[in-house]
């Protein structure tokens, strides 16, 4: 402050914030804490100048217990305390402090630094600010000059969105501009008749003073219909959303169920749910439409995933008596005893609570504050726990002999080894994780990451352009695991268009964000005549990559089988030529082992019509022919994620990818061990 070289200065303290959030706002703590604010307000003050402004605002308050985010009466109330040396009101304080909405600081504070208003503003400048030291008629006409800009703002904001945006109310917006364009067209009038005029008839002075009550009740009439159509809860419509997620939750599990089922009972609970919500949504659609009542999309498309949804359990509830008969050899479900069900369910609760206890946990603020620290811990202890279970149920020794047993002695599993390395690389890249970190405002110690900072931030162009070669090479490696992991596993054998996708598509997606990683970061002032080529280019590389990962998931979604399969009608001839003696080369192979398939495939289909079921699969390369769909459509996911995040969270994205990779391999290494 005693230097003067600065023309605003902005101070943000965070210790009433901190302590309230600890101890409340009556524990002694607090009260020293704002001794020591009123002590450094104290100095401030004896250092400022005649010409400076201090405005001393709290951004939110607190409860009882020290909380804020709602919407009572002391949480949304804060202090203003208003400052200057010289004489700020033409007239002393009211005696009692008046209220006005934290956004009128936006108008206020930007004319009194003399800079634009900012565009989206919808506050109302503080006319006491403004009166200067004359008398009363000098007074009202520069308050009036204010208002009269205050106003041309917020009319040219309301008419920008209504332009995009129709969540205003059309006749609202009309009385606006009514009232707006009379205010103006009288102000207009009001400065022609004031000015060169020495001395102010009355009956004007009462004139400038009902224009400003005029544009006053322009701007608090604008500022309210904004709020009633942006802070609006329903809360019928939040407990639907939740119900809408809860469900969804339960319809996937119940789909990961339904594995060994026919295809008809695919198509039965998956496809017509899907044409029943169709249905709703234009049904819907049109009713609002013709009963002018405007389509609300986002209702629309709620109840068309709420018609989906029952429709699929509908038609899984008319057939779950089947399931038995469509799994095979699983017994019929009036045939499982008591104690099996409860093993069952048992099973299923406890990932289940795991579940529910991390989603309720997010209700705590002391551990959202703290989830960036306490999730890889609970991930590393509950893969160390698994560990431990299986060396506890001694599934990880094999007894060697009589006299290692007499003496007590075993030797491990070879498996051992390869779990414990899948543990450690599991660990490693937690551990690396932990360097892509935001912190937030409760922790003032912490420091956040530099990775999270976009490459366009970076001065030193060879580091730049280092990051930017390491970030394309990680999202190439990205692409080239998930495809590498795909045929290790017997996919991407086929010509389907899905398969030809992942060949071609994910290559070209990683083009796509290539180039707009190297336009986004690149310096504006070093490109000179191709800046139009550049903004266009912006736009056009992530739009490339909307509409290539669209095409992707509706590929996904029309046949997500990734390996080859064959026609199950019946086929004249033997099913396996005569022997010919042992194959001699890998052309024998590929032509005995279909063969060999195929008479599997007919005695599991005999078997299942003895039980009046019709559910055959005939497919090659069935090693990960049901989680390939779900790799592709997390791999078109990350996608999508990497262009709304900074290029060099590739790495994070890498590492995400990497550790569930490596927990579907413990988890399978942890079922063989344990012998399920």
């Known amino acids: 402050v005693d230097s003067g070289e600065w023309d605003v200065l902005i101070a943000h303290f965070l210790g009433v914030d901190h302590c309230g959030h600890k101890h409340g706002p009556d524990h002694p ?35 009882e217990t020290g909380d804020h985010g709602g919407d009572s009466e002391k949480e949304v109330n804060a202090a203003l305390f208003v400052y200057s ?41 503080m006319a006491e600010l403004f009166s200067g030291d004359g008398d009363t008629v000098s007074a009202a006409l520069q308050q009036l000059s204010v208002y009269h800009i205050n106003a041309k703002q917020v009319d040219r904001f309301l008419h920008s969105y209504s332009l995009v945006a129709q969540d205003l109310p059309a006749e609202q917006l009309q009385r606006l501009q009514e009232l707006f364009s009379s205010a103006v067209e009288e102000h207009s009038q009001l400065l022609a008749q004031v000015q060169g005029v020495t001395l102010v008839p009355p009956e004007l002075e009462s004139r400038l003073g009902s224009l400003i009550g005029r544009f006053q009740l322009y701007l608090r009439e604008a500022r309210a219909v904004c709020t009633q159509s942006w802070a609006r809860f ?7 959303g939740c119900t809408l997620i809860a469900a969804s939750c339960l319809l996937c599990y119940v789909a990961s169920e339904l594995a060994t089922a026919s295809d008809s009972f695919y198509r039965s609970c998956l496809l017509y749910p899907l044409l029943w ?53 699983q017994p019929p479900l009036a ?31 002391s551990f959202v504050v703290a ?34 047993q007499l003496l007590g002695f075993s030797s491990y599993r070879r498996e051992i080894w390869y779990l414990l390395c899948l543990v450690a690389m599991l660990l490693v890249c937690v551990r690396l994780s932990g360097f892509f970190h935001q912190c937030r405002e409760e922790i003032p110690q912490c420091r956040p990451s530099l990775f999270l900072s976009p490459l366009a931030s970076l001065r ?23 495809r590498s992991w795909l045929r290790h596993y017997g996919n991407l054998n086929s010509s389907d268009p899905l398969v030809l996708f992942v060949r071609w598509g994910f290559p070209l997606v990683v083009l796509c964000i290539a180039c707009y990683w190297a336009v986004a970061s690149s310096a504006d002032d070093s490109l000179g005549k191709l800046q139009e080529l550049v903004q266009v280019a912006v736009v056009a590389f ?29 086929s004249a001839g033997s099913i396996v030529t005569p022997y010919l003696g042992v194959p001699s080369s890998e052309v024998d192979f590929l032509h005995v082992i279909p063969q060999i398939y195929k008479r599997m495939q007919e005695s599991q289909k005999s078997r299942l019509e003895q039980g009046s079921c019709k559910a055959t699969v005939a497919a090659y390369g069935l090693g990960s022919v049901y989680s390939a769909a779900l790799v592709i459509a997390l791999t078109l996911l990350g996608f999508l994620l990497m262009l709304l995040h900074s290029e060099r969270l590739s790495l994070a994205f890498l590492l995400l990818f990497l550790e569930a990779f490596m927990l579907l391999h413990i988890h399978t290494r942890a079922r063989d061990l344990a012998g399920d």
């Open 371 to 404: 989830e960036a620290r306490v999730a890889p811990f609970l991930l590393a202890s509950l893969v160390m726990l698994l560990v431990g279970k299986l060396h506890w149920d001694g599934r990880l020794t094999v007894p060697e002999g009589p006299k290692q």
């Open 460 to 482: 030193n162009t060879r580091a730049k352009n280092l990051f930017y070669l390491l970030c394309v090479a990680l999202l190439a490696g990205l692409v080239y695991a998930v």
């Open 234 to 240: 329903h809360p019928l419509r939040m407990v639907g």
């Open 542 to 570: 992530p739009w490339a990559v909307y509409g290539l990962a669209s095409v992707g998931l509706l590929l996904l979604l029309c046949n997500p089988m990734t390996v080859f399969a064959k026609d199950t009608r019946e």
């Open 277 to 329: 919500g169709s249905v709703v949504a234009v049904l819907l659609g049109l009713a609002r439409v013709f009963t002018q009542e405007g389509l609300d999309l986002l209702l629309v498309l709620s109840w068309a995933a709420a018609a989906s949804q029952l429709g699929f359990f509908w038609h899984w509830w008319g057939r779950h008596p089947k399931r038995a008969c469509l799994a095979g050899s």
């Open 29 to 63: 703590e607090m009260t020293k804490k704002l001794t020591q604010m009123n002590e450094m307000l104290r100095s401030l003050v004896d250092h400022l100048g005649n010409d400076t402004l201090l405005l001393v605002a709290g951004d939110h308050g607190m409860t």
């Open 335 to 365: 045939s499982v005893g008591l104690r099996q069900r409860l093993r069952a369910w048992l099973g299923l609760a406890f990932p289940m609570g795991i579940l529910l206890f991390r989603c309720g946990a997010m209700f705590s603020d």
């Open 85 to 125: 040396k010289t004489a700020l009101f033409g007239a002393g304080p009211p005696e009692e402090p008046e209220a006005i909405p934290q956004v009128n600081l936006v108008p206020t504070v930007a004319l009194l630094l003399g800079v634009p208003i900012p565009y989206s503003n919808i506050g109302e400048v």
